[in-house]
């Protein structure tokens, strides 16, 4: 099969959607994974089409590894969306990105093309622990390596370096205003962003921070948003049905799930393109929509994940068939969730929990509950641990919440330190016991105390360890213990 080009698609009969002559550069976006393929560049080619404003092109900047920017490369940044599911539409092939680059590979090309005055938007999808942010205080972490390096003026390797050395590149150069657009299910991710970048200008020396801190406060707006679509990671058997699909072999391809939702706060320094046309919703205020879904979507997702790991399941769409984890997780939902948190106006709660409940149960994504359970220490506290504190405030006992944690803890507990997939592997596993004396009475006080995960006063509440101790036991003792004390209390 011939690769996917521009040259094997006019062969094919299959075109892209948009001239490609047509695109300037007008948004970089780092962190240039398979979700950022199927949203951020699907929103923007739609919205593209829609809008008959077809100028956006994209700079993809791969963000810890060069797989996918070698694979785009030779196919002009072309590649495919794959839906599967009810509703799915058919293949199709993006043309919104038009450069692909290895942000390790190539630093000071990031940096150049986030100083071009032809961009106007910076996206960002770089996971949690991309942003590389102290949980304890909320700021950049300057006790990490490569924060460190790049401060001390070494080609910017993190993607909070590449980004302010390239503003500062920008207002050096007075190439204008720029937003910069966290899509990371990070609460208030623009605000986070903002400051992130800011702590990386005050550490600069006294005759570069305050110029830089300056200029960015004047010029560079940093909206939140909520993002949401499912994007399993593309196996060999994806990529075989994607090139019988389309008649080509895209190394590229992506597959998701046909929904996709977009909040955007309507803060932005400069142009932008028109998303609203392809279905996104910009309003005042992102926090409510971003709370939902980490408290609701992606709470329940790792709580999925984890009992699905230990019972050896390794699918969502296998741990939530369950009928017993499928209870499990509409009770976090309607029972620790909605009670104490307040919706955004226009979501209806309950009819969004059913909505979650059956994308999960979609098994033609084959999302892997090892993918979903990983970095989890980066994870629950935003997903879980705002819920449990909530709860135990107003005197209710989270119940299921404090499930997903302890399934995280006897998952940390039981997976050996080189396959944990987790950036605080090292700290979790100094903290465990032995392996002989890993119980429930030994490892739910341990991991309490990492600092980095837990705050002291959570830690210590007795009614949190009981409960985490309870089901941490149960959990040991096997899976159909699990499904009774669910099912049956």
């Not at 791969?62 to 799915?88: D, Y």
Request: charged share 20%; with cysteine; net charge negative.
């Amino acid at each position: 099969m011939a690769r996917l080009s521009l040259v094997s698609l006019a062969e094919a009969g299959a075109s892209p959607a948009i001239a490609r002559q047509n695109l300037r550069n007008g948004i970089v976006h780092l962190g240039l994974g398979a979700f950022a393929r199927a949203h951020t560049a699907v929103f923007t080619e739609d919205a593209m089409l829609a809008s008959r404003d077809i100028t956006w092109g994209i700079v993809g900047v791969t963000q810890r590894s060069a797989t996918v920017a070698r694979h785009l490369a030779p196919q002009n940044g072309l590649f495919t969306v794959s839906e599967r599911g009810q509703g799915s539409a058919p293949v199709r092939v993006v043309s919104s990105i038009t450069e692909a680059i290895s942000g390790r590979d190539n630093p000071e090309a990031v940096v150049q093309r986030i100083s071009h005055p032809d961009t106007a938007i910076i996206t960002l999808t770089i996971t949690e622990k991309g942003y590389r942010f102290d949980p304890q205080t909320g700021g950049l972490d300057l006790s990490d390596e490569l924060v460190m390096a790049d401060l001390n003026g070494s080609a910017p390797l993190t993607a909070v370096g590449q980004l302010t050395r390239g503003l500062q590149r920008r207002a050096a150069r007075d190439a204008g205003p720029i937003t910069v657009v966290s899509c990371d299910n990070l609460p208030a991710n623009g605000e986070l962003t903002k400051r992130l970048v800011l702590d990386f200008a005050a550490a600069l020396p006294a005759e570069e921070s305050g110029p830089l801190t300056a200029w960015i406060e004047a010029n560079t707006a940093f909206p939140s948003t909520m993002v949401d679509r499912m994007v399993p990671a593309t196996t060999a058997d994806d990529l075989q049905e994607v090139e019988q699909e389309l008649g080509l072999r895209d190394e590229a391809a992506v597959v998701a799930e046909p929904f996709m939702q977009w909040v955007i706060e309507d803060n932005f320094a400069e142009r932008r393109p028109r998303w609203e046309d392809a279905g996104a919703v910009f309003t005042a205020d992102v926090a409510p929509w971003e709370a939902a879904k980490l408290r609701l979507l992606n709470a329940s997702h790792s709580l999925l994940a984890y009992l699905g790991l230990a019972s050896g399941k390794e699918t969502i769409a296998e741990a939530v068939s369950d009928d017993a984890f499928r209870a499990a997780c509409a009770g976090l939902m309607l029972d620790d969730v909605l009670p104490v948190m307040d919706l955004p106006d226009g979501l209806n709660g309950k009819a969004y929990c059913a909505q979650i409940l059956e994308r999960f149960g979609n098994s033609a994504l084959g999302h892997t509950t090892a993918k979903v359970g990983s970095d989890g220490s980066q994870k629950i506290g935003l997903r879980l641990l705002t819920t449990v504190r909530d709860n135990l405030d107003a005197g209710r006992e989270p119940r299921w919440a404090a499930l997903a944690v302890a399934a995280w803890m006897r998952h940390v507990a039981t997976t050996a330190a080189d396959r944990l997939d987790d950036p605080l592997t090292e700290a979790l596993h100094a903290a465990l016991p032995a392996p002989g004396n890993r119980t429930a009475d030994m490892v739910v006080p341990t991991l309490l105390g990492v600092r980095n995960v837990f705050d002291k006063s959570l830690a210590e509440d007795e009614r949190f360890i009981t409960l985490l101790k309870h089901w941490y036991g149960i959990i040991e003792n096997g899976p159909d213990g699990l499904r009774k004390e669910i099912l049956h209390g």
